[in-house]
């Protein structure tokens, strides 16, 4: 059998799993199987959160909502389930940025929930 040098190509896979392991705390930015170790719990980590990050802010604005709608003497509920039965077709985020940029404009959608 013949005999494969691959110094070239394990240079290249250790350059560039330490390359985009570069600013990671102690030794997983130093060693290679730190860092490949490293690697693969950051892409894992980084697809959950992806996912996260959406409910997150689903959260975020239905409390901003909430809070807009406190002022108002009325319940979150309520008006979403009114909005859906008059067919408005805004969502949770639009809601959310009318709430806290243009009140006046929230309060007439809120007036077509009844």
Do not use: C
Not at 9 to 27: C, M, V, Y
């Amino acid at each position: 059998m013949t005999r494969v040098k691959k110094a070239v190509n394990a240079l290249k896979r250790r350059r560039s799993i330490l390359f985009r392991t570069k600013g990671f705390r102690h030794g997983l930015s130093k060693k290679e199987r730190q860092a490949k170790d490293a690697l693969l719990h950051a892409g894992a980590y980084a697809f959950n959160h992806r996912r996260d990050k959406k409910s997150d802010r689903r959260m975020m604005w239905n409390t901003k909502i909430s809070y807009a709608l406190k002022g108002m003497n009325k319940s979150y509920s309520k008006v979403m389930g009114g909005l859906k039965k008059s067919n408005v077709g805004l969502d949770r985020k639009i809601l959310a940025t009318l709430a806290t940029e243009n009140p006046e404009v929230f309060k007439k959608v809120v007036a077509l929930a009844k």
